[in-house]
């Protein structure tokens, strides 16, 4: 299994651009979890899908973000427009949970996006 | 919010010494986990423990957790250069089933 792919790896992007994050979880997995790493912040949720239906969205900073699940093997995170605060590293992780068990997330290599 | 913390921010060995690492947790849990990271790269899951246990070990890495206190400790054996990275705690099973709370991680470097 190649694990959980995102794209890009880097983007940079001037102020006021559309940002789409994307990432494709590992196949069988069903959660699937978008974080935001920075320095100030550490690592932060910003919405998780469990068979591809948002469950917690709470994190999502504000309208400008938008995630979508339109299958079970790809999520977009879009920013639109893009602001420099958002500049940060942002995860794609994947789980299978179970009805009670333990949630063991595999994490994808981040898109680390500058915004100017 | 974040509801993991981990104790130190930054700890700085030589290899062959133990490093011990510490966490505090605000949810209520059912299981609590620990990720290392590497630099530039994504956390990658080492070890689980769950509510009802209070210690486990994986080759080198030791946890313990107190449930009443709150608190996790990763210990690390041994230690060599190649575990220089961030570990960070993880909180599963609280009010959200599914989510996981994690801490701002603990920066480890080791010495050869």
């Known amino acids: 299994d190649a694990g959980v792919i995102q794209s890009p790896r880097h983007e940079v992007t001037e102020m006021g651009q559309e940002v789409t994050l994307r990432c494709k979880p590992i196949?069988?997995?069903?959660?699937l979890f978008w974080y935001r790493q920075t320095m100030m912040r550490g690592l932060e949720l910003l919405i998780y899908?469990?068979?591809?239906?948002?469950?917690?969205d709470s994190g999502m900073p504000e309208d400008r973000f938008s995630a979508k699940m339109p299958n079970a093997s790809f999520s977009t995170l879009k920013i639109q427009p893009s602001e420099p605060r958002d500049s940060a590293v942002y995860f794609c992780?994947?789980?299978?949970?179970?009805?009670?068990?333990?949630?063991?997330?595999?994490f994808g290599a981040g898109s680390r996006l500058t915004v100017l | 919010s974040q509801q993991g913390e981990e104790d130190p921010q930054a700890l700085s060995i030589q290899e062959g010494e133990n490093a011990t690492m510490n966490c505090s947790y605000k949810?209520?849990?059912?299981?609590l986990q620990w990720y290392r990271q590497n630099s530039g790269r994504g956390l990658v899951h080492l070890i689980l423990i769950r509510s009802n246990e209070r210690e486990k070990h994986s080759g080198r890495l030791r946890v313990t957790l107190d449930t009443s206190k709150k608190s996790s400790s990763l210990l690390i054996t041994a230690s060599r250069a190649a575990d220089t990275a961030s570990y960070f705690c993880?909180?599963?099973?609280?009010?959200?089933?599914?989510?996981?709370?994690f801490g701002r991680g603990t920066q480890l470097t080791v010495w050869p």
């Open positions: 196949s069988g997995h069903n959660s």
């Open positions: 899908f469990n068979n591809n239906v948002p469950i917690d």
């Open positions: 993880a909180a599963g099973g609280g009010s959200t089933l599914g989510r996981l709370y």
């Open positions: 949810t209520s849990i059912n299981n």
């Open positions: 992780a994947s789980s299978q949970q179970g009805a009670a068990g333990a949630n063991v997330l595999t």
